[in-house]
């Protein structure tokens, strides 16, 4: 079960970036990202009032879910779409992206408690060696994308690391549809606010770019979004980042196979170290999470009033005899 999740995950998120790409070819990322959240918000926000999802939720637990939704989506999803706007490829993008399990695993041990051993630290860094490559080979094949482009991604990264955390720390647990139903609507206030403010409101008229939408909102949103925080809770903040690793392989293809993007041997290559981090970081949590041999208990010692009534009922034993 726990496979089919992650590898649905995987694919449903690395969608995300060839839907950012799709919309790419019509809207600028302001555009995408409020019509992508807007008709959702409305529809989530409908189905919780007619359920009475919104009694369960208390003012400080809104305000911590909106500040989650805020850095998950509206911080994430803006810097990965300009970032593609730019001229960064959706591949190298999900690279970057997939850097995070090395902050997340830096960080887990002092903020969460959940330390990351020797081997999984091994493969985290080989992860990040895969990550150079590939974004080395992407930056000497593209032609006028600037340097500083690719440190666009990051900011996107950390936003979604700062989220994760600070879903990892709260004591007051949420059901994923109410959770997903905040965020959705932060993200559509954002997105409105910011469109509206810069003239970017209406859409085109194209129809790839309802297609677009269409593919985000389905595959990105529930799939991969809805997804990240199920697989999160069920398998651990390290080992769900660590999936980020897998998106590049994915998404490169993708790319390849549908925008013609540059897919070099040494992209091959990186891709095919990014693939072994995983493996190194998932073997190596199978390891440490497998239960330690049980030894036998000693009996407990007995009590005065226990031993005491034992002993009465021996006597009265002994004297029916």
């Given at each position: ?41 409305v529809v989530l926000a409908a189905v919780a009032?007619?359920?009475?999802w919104w009694r369960t939720l208390t003012p ?109 720390r709260s004591r007051t647990p949420v059901p ?146």
């Open positions: 079960m726990d496979f089919l999740l992650s590898a649905a995950f995987v694919l449903c998120w690395s969608s995300g970036f060839v839907g950012a790409k799709l919309g790419a070819q019509d809207a600028g990322a302001v555009t995408i990202l409020m019509w992508r959240f807007l008709p959702l918000a009032a007619g359920r009475g400080s637990t809104v305000g911590r879910q909106a500040v989650i939704g805020l850095l998950s989506q509206s911080g994430y999803l803006l810097t990965v779409y300009y970032a593609i706007q730019l001229g960064v490829s959706s591949g190298t993008t999900a690279l970057i992206d997939g850097t995070q399990p090395l902050v997340a695993g830096a960080l887990a041990g002092p903020l969460l408690h959940q330390y990351v051993s020797g081997r999984q630290w091994l493969g985290l860094c080989l992860g990040l060696g895969g990550v150079a490559v590939v974004t080395t080979a992407d930056a000497g094949a593209s032609s006028g994308v600037a340097w500083w482009t690719y440190l666009i991604p990051f900011a996107g990264m950390l936003s979604l690391v700062a989220a994760t955390f600070l879903d990892q994923p549809t109410v959770s997903m139903t905040v965020h959705c609507t932060t993200s559509a206030v954002v997105f409105t606010t910011a469109a509206l403010a810069t003239g970017a409101a209406a859409p085109p008229s194209a129809p790839s770019f309802w297609l677009a939408i269409a593919w985000l909102v389905t595959l990105s949103t529930f799939g991969g979004y809805g997804l990240y925080w199920l697989v999160l809770q069920r398998s651990g903040i390290t080992r769900v980042n660590t999936l980020m690793f897998l998106m590049a392989p994915v998404t490169a293809v993708w790319g390849a196979a549908m925008f013609d993007e540059p897919f070099t041997v040494q992209t091959a290559v990186g891709l095919g170290v990014a693939l072994s981090a995983v493996a190194v970081v998932h073997t190596a949590g199978r390891k440490s999470l497998a239960p330690a041999p049980s030894l036998p208990l000693p009996s407990p010692p007995c009590s005065a009033p226990t031993c005491l009534s034992r002993r009465r009922r021996t006597v009265s034993r002994r004297a029916d005899c």
